[in-house]
């Protein structure tokens, strides 16, 4: 009986001993940044949007139009809490045309945080440049999705409406030679030839950001009309959908990409109140825009060419390095 007691005691005793370790570890991962605190989204497990019947064309001529491929999209929106949004959709057809849907019927629907079904916003006429302009009431923080549906033939493009509660810490990430092996993998994406090369741990170090709590943006000055491609590849290399910002405008990404950085940061800042936390790039536009929106150079991380230029932080070659450094600092983004 006295041996039956001692073994059962001696059970006890170890049970406890691995509980307060499990504690003890447990304490020291938050501590050190190796747990993460991802809170997880609304989005991660959206229902399927019921799809409305299709409907004849307005314009039988766009029936021929839409024979070619889609390639609509939705401007992304950060904002502030209870502040009503507008979401800009665009629509046209054809890798080369890139033809405008002009004055036909679009379904805008959303979905996301506190939401158990999809919500119909209503149906909206595109304009002779192809876009609706739907409008969204203000939303509590979370996560939403806006979904729109051509009534001519159901293809569909879709935007993402993050709501943010003030200080919320934000990483920026450009794109091209920044996330891809250089600026001229966007060519190969965008005509087929190949998809196009991440750098080596870009992937694990933008998803890590997510896991530890940080809201990723990626801000490129990629056009709008590759916004498509840009997102199919997110997806398929196995980055975090996130709100993507792409210029407005050829001429923003041609000959004015510091200016349209700038004033995005400027708006993330100012008007919706973020923190911007950290920032990741490669060209001296990036650097600069970065330094306009107050990012410190001990925030921002560069790679290329440029790397380690005007005081900012050097990253050669790839990400390996950096993620592990990230893993042993990184502390939870909320």
């Not at 929106?77 to 679009?106: C, N, W």
């Not at 009431?137 to 569909?156: E, H, I």
């Not at 400027?266 to 923190?275: A, E, F, I, R, S």
């Not at 306009?292 to 150079?297: D, E, L, M, T, V």
């Amino acid at each position: 009986m006295k041996r039956k007691e001692v073994f059962c005691s001696s059970l006890v005793r170890g049970f406890m001993v691995c509980v307060v370790l499990i504690c003890i570890s447990s304490m020291f991962s938050a501590a050190y940044g190796l747990d993460p605190c991802y809170p997880g989204s609304a989005l991660d497990n959206a229902p399927p949007l019921t799809m409305p019947k299709k409907e004849k064309w307005l314009n039988p001529f766009n029936a021929l139009l839409a024979v070619d491929t889609p390639y609509h999209m939705a401007h992304d929106i950060v904002s502030a809490p209870g502040a009503a949004q507008t979401m800009v959709g665009k629509f046209d057809y054809g890798a080369a045309a890139h033809k405008d849907l002009e004055y036909e019927r679009v379904h805008a629907y959303i979905y996301g945080t506190g939401m158990t079904a999809w919500k119909y916003l209503g149906v909206y006429k595109t304009n002779r440049d192809g876009k609706i302009f739907v409008n969204i009431t203000g939303k509590p923080v979370g996560q939403y999705m806006v979904k729109m549906v051509v009534a001519g033939d159901l293809t569909t493009t879709y935007g993402l409406l993050t709501v943010v509660a003030p200080g919320r810490k934000a990483v920026v990430f450009d794109i091209d030679a920044t996330l891809t092996i250089n600026d001229f993998e966007i060519a190969f994406d965008y005509l087929n030839v190949k998809n196009a090369d991440e750098i080596y741990f870009s992937q694990n170090t933008v998803n890590l950001y997510r896991d530890m709590g940080y809201q990723v943006i990626y801000l490129t000055a990629r056009p709008y009309w590759v916004c498509k491609d840009t997102r199919e590849w997110l997806k398929i290399k196995g980055y975090w959908d996130s709100n993507t910002h792409f210029c407005m405008s050829n001429e923003e990404a041609l000959f004015q990409t510091e200016q349209y950085k700038t004033n995005y940061l400027l708006y993330l800042k100012n008007t919706v109140g973020m923190q911007l936390f950290r920032a990741y790039g490669n060209a001296t536009t990036d650097i600069a825009a970065y330094e306009n929106a107050g990012i410190p150079k001990s925030q921002t991380f560069i790679l290329g060419t440029h790397a380690g230029s005007d005081g900012t932080m050097p990253i050669y070659g790839d990400y390996e390095d950096h993620y592990n450094w990230l893993e042993d600092t990184l502390i939870c983004g909320y």
